[in-house]
């Protein structure tokens, strides 16, 4: 009835009665008064509001005043929580752009942890006493990995090839197969970021095919470069053709044409060696004879957000020099990230050991196995009689639009907690601290071990034990 409805409106206290409880004290000591007031009487107005929603059957006989409490606390809390806060991935999304990518080594963490801490020579020459340039610490690091002759750093891969593009091709074509025209994430377009740049697109070919001949035959005397895109998370398979890049760098040649490849990940490794499908290396595409090779920092490679752009002396100086370039320059910490993360490819075996991205890509089965049924034994014990968990098959991704069609086999953990249903758990898990991101798939929880860092599993079983504690 809506008595009901009416006595339980009744039974939410006022603001200043509220204010009072004890729980709240800390929180209200904390802030000014007149901020407290604010935020407390927001949220009573959810809770009422909350309460005429409901449907009568859906109504709690009486209202819960210790849970509102902690509530109310939790509402005063939050003004002092950071916005961007750890998770833990057990998504199963190794490369998960929307959990920020790629998770750093502990190199790369303690080497942004020491440049934050003071000062640097960032762009001081120690050697000379004077002003030096940030590029030059990566410089030969990249060159003696990749075999290029020069290398520059920008913000992220997207910054990259808008730099080339304006500095090579404003107002002049640029001639791209038209099955690469893709829009990666963000909505953002390989066409919209070429219109940006001052370039005119050119495209050649169909949706599926294009050969070189489809390439030659669009050069005219106002063509500037030949440009080849990575598809990202988009993949054309059965009756394709594309050309490859050596070809594409013969016909730059002929006609004096730059020829640049987005690789978009950027691969140091062979990862077929790990069981993964082969992606093209950086190494190959410079060994191509491209002029200018662009891939990110924070995909494959493991790093922090960057764009780096490997070629031509030439023609990289020209880029260095390009106003856009101090617009797009990377700070000291995401240097410090990036060549702490390069410096463990020094060594292939200690770079996927120690790059949480190669390493939960390279990590064999029979090591999600184990992970699996270690953690299931870990929750049976704990909690006995709680839970109801059960190992199971489960495809891990790349993620990050690396490798998009590759299915990864891995475990995952189907976790279940009577009397809530799968989305109820999945929300409850979301809202822990740290939060947890799970996987719903087919009516089950799912927990991917594959993406759970080694750290993070004893802030997760601290998850389900307060998890528990409010069911």
Known sequence: MELDRARLLRQIPAVDDLLRAPALAPHVASMSRPHAVEIIRRFLTACREQL???????LPPQLDLVALESQAAQALRRPHLPSITRVINASGVVIHTNLGRSPLAAAARNHILAAAAGYTNLEYDLKEGKRGSRQV??????????????????????????????????????????????????????????????????????????YLTDYEKAITSQTAMLAKVHPSNFRLTGFTQEVALPDLVALGRRYGLFVMEDLGSGCLVDLSCYGLEREPTVQEAVASGADLVLFSGDKLLGGPQAGLILGN????????????????????LTLAGLEATLRLYLNEAEAVAGIPTLRMLAM??????????SLARTIKRRWPGRFQVAVQDHISRSGGGALPMVPIPSRALALELPPLAPHQLEERLRAGSPPVIARLEHDRLLLDVRTILPEDYPALLSVLDSLLMQT
């Open 137 to 210: 610490h990566l410089e030969k690091l990249v060159t003696e990995l990749t075999g290029a002759p020069a290398c520059l750093v920008v913000n992220n891969n997207a910054a990259g090839v808008f730099l080339a593009l304006n500095a090579l091709a404003v107002g002049r074509e640029v001639i791209i197969s038209r099955g690469q025209l893709v829009e990666i994430g963000g909505s953002f377009r390989m066409p919209d970021i070429m219109a940006a740049s001052g370039a005119i697109l050119r495209e050649v070919g169909t949706t599926n095919k294009t």
């Open 364 to 373: 064999p089965l029979a090591e999600a196995d184990r992970l699996a049924k």
């Open 313 to 332: 002396t030439g023609i990289v100086q020209r880029l260095k020099q390009h106003p856009l370039t101090r617009a797009l320059r990377p700070d000291k």
């Open 52 to 58: 005429l929603s409901l449907p009568l059957e859906a």
